[in-house]
């Protein structure tokens, strides 16, 4: 069975970084173009970046743009999040999935669009 499991979250001060990781078994991650999404207390899920399969090009939300990079590793089929400057409202539960064949990681990011999907990490930002 494929399987995709984030790691990284934690509870961080305002100003701080968390390195999420999103590790997969039982597929190449490599054919697939990658999105984080979050969902924060009482909000829906949100696109946070996505990264494209072949190319590597990337796309970040406003939100996040500056602070955030996110990066691929195809020898450890792994892929990240880099958090920097955390601030209180990225608070969420960050998941990472994979976008299904035939569809564009770009400005839209639709959760109906992605197919494996991981448990999620607790990413809390708090003084």
């Known amino acids: 069975q494929v399987q995709v499991v984030e790691s990284g979250g934690g509870l961080v001060q305002p100003g701080g970084s968390l390195r999420l990781s999103c590790a997969a078994s039982?597929?190449?991650?490599?054919?697939?173009?990658i999105g984080w999404f979050r969902q924060a207390p009482g909000k829906e899920r949100e696109g946070v970046s996505c990264?494209?399969?072949?190319?590597?090009?990337?796309y970040y939300t406003d939100s996040v743009k500056g602070r955030f990079t996110i990066s691929r590793d195809n020898v450890k089929n792994t892929a990240y999040l880099q958090m920097n400057s955390l601030k209180p409202e990225d608070t969420a539960v960050y998941y990472c999935?994979?976008?299904?064949?035939?569809?564009?990681?770009?400005?839209?990011?639709?959760?109906?669009?992605?197919?494996?999907w991981g448990q999620g990490t607790q990413v809390t930002v708090s003084s």
């Open positions: 990264i494209s399969s072949s190319i590597g090009s990337t």
């Open positions: 999935a994979t976008l299904r064949p035939g569809l564009r990681c770009g400005a839209t990011m639709t959760a109906g669009d992605y197919g494996y």
């Open positions: 039982g597929f190449t991650l490599d054919y697939y173009a």
